[in-house]
């Protein structure tokens, strides 16, 4: 079983190959609009406008409608027929799929059943965390906004599976950690491949992902740490709970804690977090 995206279903069922997976999403890549894409072709902001909101969303976990009505730049109503107009409009891998003619659409509408039902206790509203973590004010926080901020600051789909207690060092060449002391401390670490941080790395650091070496591919990951840990620790602080954020760090102690297997688009990578 485990966390997966609806594409690995289907390939794992045989239903598809990952060829025609590729062709649906690229499909997908060339029709789909972001919010912030649609308000510029809708000419209700300037592109410039548009990127000011985007570098914005790299610090601070807000949708980009919200972000941009806080900055002045779209009304409430503005946003409100945005996001309809996406929704309407947005096309899902089966669509895709069907579309390019890989799959029938009553076999999709079957599909879609049995996925929903194995992937039900991966919905973030449903995971439970592992004794040990449960009672950690901060780890849910980090759990509820990693899939968003990736998404929003690499533009990495993901889905978070369930925390198991560490067994052995995590086989990914690229790790890095932070953590934050106080009075629900967490050390917060993502572990990746090469393909999953070089993108996040060129994504944060707005760099060319060919031209970055190891040192920078760390750099950049702590830096989407950093942002991360800051956002959750705002919202904890929010209920009285003061917290320090300590640098990054790539030298990190596996013996305890818990490993989230996280299912994403572009390479291969999981969530590791320790209660200090």
């Known amino acids: 079983m485990g966390v997966k995206f609806f594409g ?32 510029v072709e ?5 592109k410039a406008d548009a990127d000011k909101v985007n570098a914005e969303q790299r610090h601070r976990d807000m949708p980009f409608g919200e972000l941009a009505g806080e900055m002045g730049l779209l009304t409430e109503e503005q946003i409100d ?10 096309m899902r891998i089966g669509e895709a799929l069907v579309r390019s003619g890989h799959l029938g659409k009553v076999r999709l509408e079957e ?15 449903n995971l439970a965390l592992p004794a040990g973590l449960d009672s950690n004010a901060l780890a849910p926080f980090v759990l509820d906004l990693f899939p968003n901020l990736l998404m929003r600051v690499a533009r990495i789909s993901t889905r978070v599976g369930s925390g198991e207690p560490i067994a052995e ?7 890095v950690a932070v953590s934050v002391s106080g009075e629900s401390g967490l050390v917060i670490c993502l572990v990746g491949d090469e393909e999953f941080s070089r993108h996040l790395a060129a994504k ?9 070496d190891m040192e920078m591919l760390l750099d950049g990951v702590g830096e989407f740490l950093n942002v991360l840990a800051g956002n959750a620790m705002a919202n904890a602080e929010q209920n009285g709970i003061a917290m ?26 999981a969530l590791f977090l320790e209660p200090l």
């Open 8 to 39: 690995q279903y289907l390939i794992e069922r045989g239903e598809v190959d990952a060829d025609q997976v590729r062709a649906a999403l690229d499909l997908m890549d060339a029709e789909n609009r972001t919010i912030g894409e649609l308000a």
């Open 42 to 46: 809708g000419k209700l902001i300037s």
């Open 81 to 90: 027929n945005l996001v309809q107009l996406q929704w309407r409009t947005r």
């Open 111 to 125: 599909l879609l059943i049995s996925y929903e039902e194995e992937q039900a206790p991966y919905r973030i509203e």
């Open 169 to 175: 060092q995590p086989d990914f060449p690229v790790q």
């Open 204 to 212: 944060v650091s707005g760099l060319d992902p060919e031209g970055l």
């Open 244 to 269: 320090e954020l300590g640098p990054p760090q790539t030298e990190i102690d596996f013996k305890s804690g818990f490993l989230f297997e996280l299912a994403v688009n572009i390479g291969n990578a």
